[in-house]
Antibody
Framework: QVQLVQSGAEVRKPGASVKVSCKASGYTFTGHYIHWVRQAPGQGLEWMGW????????SSAEKFQGRVTMTTDTSISSAYIELSSLTFDDTAIYYCARDFLGSTWLFDPWGQGTLVTVSS | EIVLTQSPATLSLSPGERATLSCRAS??????LAWYQHKPGQAPRLLIFDASNRATGSPARFSGSGSGTDFTLTISSLEPEDFAVYYCQQRTNWPFTFGPGTKVDIK
């Protein structure tokens, strides 16, 4: 079955960077975009961006541009998101999600989430 | 950016009751509206896409309707596993946005 497994929880200081991984299995990795969505404590879901594993093309929400880097390693069916210049507001659960049918901007399934805590 | 508003914020119901959740868009999204279910400690799950199409594995008691700016998710008879937060999401305009969610909790 299609599965996305993310890396474990991270703690960073303000100003630092964090990189979260997402390993896919059960489907052709290059056939579906990967999206990144986060949820801050007590808040709703916020789409961050997508990457096309086939081409490496990316698109990110305006608020993250210049601070987010999305990459993939197709040899191991893994996607990564790196967020730099962290602030306390970046404390959140970060989810990767496969695009439902390729590039439809629907998200299913999702990884289990990675908690990133920014703390001094 | 298209802003999605969901109502009510919380819906307190008993198992077996019907749940009606609303999602309103600031601009027309045609029928490009999806619904997700999110339980604490779990990954969100796609329930409905394109306003009324059930995703694979989504039970028949979940149905969606609407177009343009007004959408509804209906759960015909609540099962214990349905108590969760439900988010709507539009994919018409970049950036893809979610509503703030409706929490369905046990009365």
């Amino acid at each position: 079955q299609v599965q996305l497994v993310q890396s474990g929880a991270e703690v960073r200081k303000p100003g630092a960077s964090v990189k979260v991984s997402c390993k896919a299995s059960g489907y052709t990795f290059t056939g579906h975009y990967i999206h990144w969505v986060r949820q801050a404590p007590g808040q709703g879901l916020e789409w961050m961006g997508w990457i096309n594993p086939n081409s490496g093309d990316t698109s990110s929400a305006e608020k993250f541009q210049g601070r987010v880097t999305m990459t993939t390693d197709t040899s191991i069916s893994s996607a990564y998101i790196e967020l730099s210049s962290l602030t306390f507001d970046d404390t959140a659960i970060y989810y990767c999600a496969r695009d439902f049918l390729g590039s439809t901007w629907l998200f299913d399934p999702w990884g289990q989430g990675t908690l990133v805590t920014v703390s001094s | 950016e298209i802003v999605l508003t969901q109502s009510p914020a919380t819906l307190s119901l008993s198992p077996g009751e019907r749940a009606t959740l609303s999602c309103r868009a600031s601009h027309s999204v045609s029928s490009s509206l999806a619904w997700y279910q999110h339980k604490p400690g779990q990954a969100p799950r796609l329930l409905i896409f394109d306003a009324s199409n059930r995703a694979t594995g989504s039970p028949a008691r979940f149905s969606g309707s609407g177009s343009g700016t007004d959408f509804t998710l209906t759960i015909s008879s609540l099962e214990p596993e349905d108590f969760a937060v439900y988010y709507c999401q539009q994919r018409t305009n970049w950036p893809f946005t979610f509503g703030p969610g409706t929490k369905v909790d046990i009365k």
